[in-house]
């Protein structure tokens, strides 16, 4: 892994995460830039990945510290995948949470075959309303 770092809950621009989630090939409103600020408002847990100044990579939860966590978002630019980053996300993440907490998340298609890899286990007992917009 090259010289990344990680930091957890620092405040983001909302411009340079809609980058990180348009390098990165996650379906995220990207053009909508105000919408991306409150996504980022209103998350109580992010841990950002940095190669020197640039951001990198991104995971996004909403939390109660105490029994669930939703990871909503883990996005790592293609140029730095399939380099541990995604994993050193969700395992920062995991270490401020603690062993209390589940860490839950919805998959797109696409990455289905990659949280197994990382420790997630696939569960068959969720339920979504989903989003009009």
Excluded at 59 to 86: E, M, N, P, W
Excluded at 105 to 115: D, K
Aim: aromatic share 8%; hydrophobic share 40%.
């Amino acid at each position: 892994m090259p010289d990344i770092s990680f930091k957890i809950n620092i405040p983001l621009k909302p411009s340079e995460v809609a980058q990180v989630f348009s390098q990165s090939g996650i379906h995220r409103p990207t053009a909508d830039l105000d919408r991306i600020e409150r996504m980022l408002h209103h998350a109580n847990l992010t841990c950002s990945a940095w190669d020197k100044t640039h951001l990198i990579g991104i995971g996004r939860a909403l939390t109660d510290f105490s029994y669930c966590c939703y990871l909503s978002d883990l996005a790592v630019a293609k140029a730095y995948q399939h380099q541990g980053i995604g994993r050193k996300i969700v395992e920062h993440i995991q270490s401020i949470i603690g062993d209390e907490v589940t860490l839950i998340l919805l998959s797109s298609v696409e990455a289905m075959n990659y949280y197994p890899k990382i420790g997630f286990s696939a569960i068959n007992n969720g339920f979504m309303i989903k989003r009009k917009k």
